[in-house]
Nanobody
Framework: QVQLVESGGGLVQPGGSLRLSCAAS????????MGWYRQAPGKQRELVAR???????NSADSVKGRFTISRDNAKNMMYLQMNSLKPEDTAVYYC????????WGQGTQVTVSS
């Protein structure tokens, strides 16, 4: 079992920045990739960015150049640095871990509004 806890969401003005954190615990040795997903009201959950245990990353075109995913294996943490935020980035952001099964955190709300 893997437990994931997100933090760092909140309200920010357009153009602002936020950093999301995801703390992993439990059978973390089984995780081979982690990612951030988001779900806006009335929309499907979508991949924002993903990072493998080897450090390979990929991200959605909509966030390229603005969001950066990173991982601190020593601390069992994953981060999402979000810059130049736009109102369309408003969503609940979920931490995800890929192991023998998929695990999800509880989500953290990000609201971009003036």
């Amino acid at each position: 079992q893997v437990q994931l806890v997100e933090s760092g969401g909140g309200l920010v003005q357009p153009g602002g920045s936020l950093r999301l954190s995801c703390a992993a615990s439990g059978s973390i040795f089984s995780i081979y990739a982690m990612g951030w997903y988001r779900q806006a009201p009335g929309k499907q959950r979508e991949l924002v960015a993903r990072i493998t245990s080897g450090g390979t990353t990929n991200s959605a075109d909509s966030v390229k150049g603005r969001f950066t995913i990173s991982r601190d294996n020593a601390k069992n943490m994953m981060y999402l640095q979000m810059n130049s935020l736009k109102p369309e980035d408003t969503a609940v952001y979920y931490c995800n871990a890929e192991a023998t099964r998929i695990y999800w955190g509880q989500g953290t709300q990000v609201t971009v509004s003036s």
